[in-house]
């Protein structure tokens, strides 16, 4: 995703899509969040000639860093993050293909 989306005179996205800060906005300017506080991106009621901050500063390597874990036991119940959640299954799913050869090699 990029950092920042630009729209036309018609407010439409296609004026451009950038991952540094474009041109011809003041570096005071105030940008717009593209996405409201639930993660809902805004392209319906998009305005014209104004700047969207996607992700803004907080890209790394070029990349938009917005949560993956979007719902569920793990978000809500649990307060896991990302890489906790990313741990977890990883340890699942190791364990499930440990316990599935096990099986194999056992009924032979």
Known sequence: APAYITTDADGSATAGFSYTWPSGFASDYAAKDYFDVNGTAT?????????????????KTGLCNKRLLKGGIALTDWKMTDDGAGALLAILALAGLCSCLFCIVYSL
């Open 43 to 59: 392209t319906g009621t998009l305005e014209p000639n104004t700047m969207y901050e996607v992700c803004g500063s907080k890209v």
